[in-house]
């Protein structure tokens, strides 16, 4: 345990850091790959990848190196300039997504940011002036600033924080109540593809195509919060592409620069010429530090076929978990390398905390759900250990 003469690490974290944060239970110091060391020198293996962020797992040489030299020639420069690396990754998205020539693409500094920033582009849909609502889903996440908040469908986060941005309204998951709730009063409808936050909980069968019918039909914007679920996660480039429809707007963040914070919101076709000069910005937002770590990320993710091993690796993580034989895992939800086991009790906390006493980093996002996120680059040999010490939790708590 570091000590210093202010005491424990722990006592300082919590003397120092705002009281929104609760004292971690254990500070890192370093990560190569799929692997990251604490403090004191204990090994963990990192099935979360910092929440579906560190796409290239930790300390990759492409993502240092782009880093290095990038940082030699300019780190920052305002949003009164372009430069290379910024215009690289805005061409590099609109191709990936398939946005093409009538992509735009807005930089910002994280998720929460790629969603204000589509916020805005939903209020410049009013139409004839009659398109004041806004529809997201219940159980859904988007972030925690006052715009994002305001979508996210989980009441006990936003109540603290109450009167919210007014418009938003959030109906329950399923095709019907779309079809009751969409009409031409609809700005925009924003969906996550793959419910991240909630425990990673997929959409019905057929629910994105639907929604896309009716947002076309009435003017609203099908906007997809891909933060989560982008940049190959999911075993295409963005979850979007495994189904037949292109939407309006993308927001896309964690996983796009390894680690480095960027948000970007891509838009399509007519959105795109939605916003006009001066109606948004951001003093971070594209900055050639992070835009250059962008591009070393998805360019390695293309060169080394990364979203391929989403795939497969995916289905090996899945096919391990089935045959420890749980009684306690009711399901398994999500695709590529974003999983969610659906716990039949509610002891994913405790699992979480004997794998990370075991040296395995998962996630709880609630009491039913463990959530596994792998850096892209994982191998047979991260779920062979991965598979050996979840055997052991779960057989623990049986």
Known sequence: MIQTQGGTWQRRFGDSMMRSLSTPKVMLDRGEGCQVWDVDGKRYLDFLAGIAVNALGHAHPVLVQALTEQASKLIHVSNYFATAPQVELAERLTRISGAGERGRVYFGNSGAEANEAAVKLAR???????????????NSFHGRTMGSLALTGKPALREPFEPMMPGVEHIDTTIEALEA???????????????????????????LERARELTTRHGALLILDEIQTGIGRTGSWFAFQQHDLVPDAITVAKGIAGGVPIGALITFGDASDLFEAGQHGSTFGGNPLATAAANAVLGEIEASQLVLNAIVRGDQLRAAVEAIGSPLVGEIRGAGLLIGLGLTQPVAARIAADALEAGLIVNAPNDSSIRLAPPLIVGDDEIAEFTQIMTTVLKGLE
């Open 124 to 138: 410049l849909n009013r139409g004839d002036g009659s398109r004041t609502r806004i529809l997201a889903l219940q």
């Open 181 to 207: 709730a969409l009409d031409d009063t609809v700005a925009a409808l924003f969906v996550e593809p793959i419910k991240g936050e909630a425990g990673v909980v997929d959409l019905p069968d057929g629910y």
